[in-house]
């Protein structure tokens, strides 16, 4: 694999189409030697040798006799580079076909076209960044909530890898203070504490349940918590999401049975990411299109991490809308109790006391009353303690990282009793292996090309 480091890449760093200025990006062993064929000021070429390190220089793309643009190139020299070889940014003219003129220069001159992802895996591969870091750029990329870019952004800084790196550090310690004694069994020398490495492997345990509790908050928390606006025809759902979103986006009419399409737009509340979802109204209905509709809502209401069911206050309670929230159960719920600027004829205490333990949030889109109470009960239902969790720890495990962890929760587990059943040395040296194997696989000391190629095919081409 590590022959791959040979080549040299390149590619568009930033996004195609028109812009100000374009970055492409050279890295690999050739990087300066194509840069010194490519590029010239004042009519004069530079050797390989005569560009410095973190140096800017302003001049041009030439193409033999031809000039191609005018740029200001950014030279870092491996291995204090981002891939930790000789890398050089162009920026250049953000045109399509300019752009394609250059990539075409520099494949001339041998670089070739770089992977998704390329110019980290070289970082990783180099031993820029691990592998936790790694997943940190794809994170930081894709973050769409100031809470996933600052968490991707100590995750970057090495937060998590430092933490995993210590615990890793500490078992090898421990291994070799067992591997010690298997071989010098026969001299008596007994250097083993089993107390003390037993309570080590105590805090060991804990620090992977504390970074594991939270497993369940980490895909919404990237992907988004899906809220599902349901509830009966009219009750103002429609009203609700677009007062939410701040625009009009779904079309709000007297008419019952407006919506018949799920619509679902991102909004970012205290920096959390929510997707909202508005959905027809939940009825019996002969209209074939309507049907579908609802179809949709009840797929829409069991995906939900959060449903927000919405009940026009100045209508009569029903014993489908009993029913309907009897059906709920087990799923997170907030009941929104809309018009409330109407003549009521249901109070939020009714509901409470018919259903106890429901969070009920009375309010009114014409108003605007409850709104703000809405959006903190919304924050509150998917956040509340972790959101104070990870305010302060800044960690939101990946899916990889959840299952790799859980893993070596489990080998630790195993080794912890081992030394308490006073299992033999060679046992206790292979249990330790093994949970140091898993620690490695989570920062990426130890992985396999597979997994690498799933890690950094997430990435775009020319990160
Ligand atoms: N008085 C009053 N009217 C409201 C309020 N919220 C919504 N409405 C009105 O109620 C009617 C229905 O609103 P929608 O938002 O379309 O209701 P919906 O639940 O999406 O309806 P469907 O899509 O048909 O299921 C519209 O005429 C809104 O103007 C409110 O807080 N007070
Ligand atoms: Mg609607």
């Given at each position: 694999?590590?022959?791959?480091?040979?080549?040299?890449?390149?590619?568009?760093?930033?996004?195609?189409?028109?812009?100000?200025?374009?970055?492409?990006?050279?890295?690999?062993?050739?990087?300066?030697?194509?840069?010194?064929?490519?590029?010239?000021?004042?009519?004069?070429?530079?050797?390989?040798?005569?560009?410095?390190?973190?140096?800017?220089?302003?001049?041009?793309?030439?193409?033999?006799?031809?000039?191609?643009?005018?740029?200001?190139?950014?030279?870092?020299?491996?291995?204090?580079?981002?891939?930790?070889?000789?890398?050089?940014?162009?920026?250049?003219?953000?045109?399509?076909?300019?752009?394609?003129?250059?990539?075409?220069?520099?494949?001339?001159?041998?670089?070739?076209?770089?992977?998704?992802g390329?110019?980290?895996k070289?970082?990783f591969?180099?031993?820029?960044?691990?592998l936790?870091?790694a997943e940190?750029?794809a994170?930081?990329?894709?973050?769409?909530?100031?809470?996933?870019?600052?968490?991707?952004?100590?995750?970057?800084?090495?937060?998590?890898?430092?933490?995993?790196?210590?615990?890793?550090?500490?078992?090898?310690?421990?291994?070799?203070?067992?591997?010690?004694?298997?071989?010098?069994?026969?001299?008596?020398?007994?250097?083993?504490?089993?107390?003390?490495?037993?309570?080590?492997?105590?805090?060991?345990?804990?620090?992977?349940?504390?970074?594991?509790?939270?497993?369940?908050?980490?895909?919404?928390?990237?992907?988004?918590?899906?809220?599902?606006?349901?509830?009966?025809?009219?009750?103002?759902?429609?009203?609700?999401?677009?007062?939410?979103?701040?625009?009009?986006?779904?079309?709000?009419?007297?008419?019952?049975?407006?919506?018949?399409?799920?619509?679902?737009?991102?909004?970012?509340?205290?920096?959390?990411?929510?997707?909202?979802?508005?959905?027809?109204?939940?009825?019996?209905?002969?209209?074939?299109?309507?049907?579908?509709?609802?179809?949709?809502?009840?797929?829409?209401?069991?995906?939900?991490?959060?449903?927000?069911?919405?009940?026009?206050?100045?209508?009569?309670?029903?014993?489908?809308?009993?029913?309907?929230?009897?059906?709920?159960?087990?799923?997170?719920?907030?009941?929104?109790?809309?018009?409330?600027?109407?003549?009521?004829?249901?109070?939020?205490?009714?509901?409470?006391?018919?259903?106890?333990?429901?969070?009920?949030?009375?309010?009114?889109?014409?108003?605007?009353?409850?709104?703000?109470?809405?959006?903190?009960?919304?924050?509150?239902?998917?956040?509340?303690?972790?959101?104070?969790?990870?305010?302060?720890?800044?960690?939101?495990?990946?899916?990889r990282?959840?299952?790799?962890?859980?893993?070596?929760?489990?080998?630790?587990?195993?080794?912890?009793?081992?030394?308490?059943?006073?299992?033999?040395?060679?046992?206790?040296?292979?249990?330790?292996?093994?949970?140091?194997?898993?620690?490695?696989?989570?920062?990426g000391?130890?992985y396999?090309?597979?997994l690498l190629d799933n890690i950094f095919s997430r990435f775009?081409?020319?990160?």
């Open positions: 694999m590590l022959g791959e480091l040979h080549d040299t890449i390149t590619a568009l760093s930033t996004p195609a189409g028109e812009s100000g200025i374009a970055v492409i990006r050279i890295t690999g062993v050739e990087a300066l030697d194509i840069l010194s064929s490519i590029f010239s000021c004042n009519d004069r070429r530079r050797s390989r040798e005569e560009w410095q390190h973190q140096r800017l220089y302003h001049g041009f793309v030439v193409d033999g006799s031809e000039t191609i643009d005018e740029v200001m190139c950014a030279v870092m020299r491996g291995p204090d580079s981002y891939t930790g070889q000789d890398t050089v940014e162009i920026s250049c003219h953000g045109n399509t076909l300019l752009i394609t003129r250059i990539l075409n220069l520099i494949f001339s001159r041998g670089a070739r076209c770089a992977e998704g390329e110019f980290t070289r970082a591969l180099n031993g820029k960044i691990d936790i870091q940190a750029v994170d930081l990329i894709h973050a769409r909530s100031e809470l996933q870019r600052k968490v991707a952004h100590e995750q970057l800084a090495g937060v998590l890898s430092r933490k995993i790196n210590r615990l890793a550090d500490e078992l090898l310690e421990m291994l070799g203070t067992i591997e010690a004694n298997i071989d010098f069994i026969e001299e008596g020398i007994d250097t083993l504490d089993v107390q003390a490495s037993i309570i080590i492997l105590d805090r060991h345990l804990r620090t992977l349940e504390e970074l594991l509790k939270d497993s369940s908050f980490s895909k919404p928390f990237r992907e988004g918590y899906r809220v599902a606006i349901v509830g009966p025809v009219n009750a103002g759902k429609s009203s609700i999401f677009n007062r939410l979103l701040g625009e009009n986006r779904s079309i709000v009419t007297e008419v019952p049975g407006t919506t018949r399409d799920v619509l679902r737009e991102p909004i970012v509340l205290e920096g959390l990411l929510f997707v909202l979802q508005d959905t027809a109204g939940l009825r019996g209905t002969k209209d074939r299109i309507e049907s579908i509709g609802v179809d949709l809502a009840e797929s829409a209401l069991s995906g939900a991490d959060l449903v927000l069911f919405v009940v026009d206050a100045s209508a009569p309670w029903t014993s489908e809308l009993s029913t309907r929230l009897e059906s709920l159960h087990g799923q997170q719920t907030v009941v929104a109790l809309n018009k409330m600027d109407l003549p009521i004829r249901i109070t939020p205490d009714q509901v409470e006391s018919r259903f106890p333990g429901l969070s009920v949030v009375a309010v009114s889109v014409r108003t605007g009353e409850g709104l703000e109470e809405l959006k903190k009960t919304l924050i509150e239902f998917v956040g509340g303690e972790r959101l104070n969790w990870i305010a302060r720890e800044r960690i939101v495990l990946n899916s990282l959840i299952s790799i962890l859980a893993k070596t929760r489990e080998r630790i587990g195993a080794l912890r009793r081992s030394f308490e059943q006073g299992a033999p040395l060679e046992i206790l040296a292979l249990d330790a292996r093994e949970a140091l194997q898993h620690y490695e696989l989570a920062t000391k130890r396999t090309a597979d775009c081409i020319g990160k």
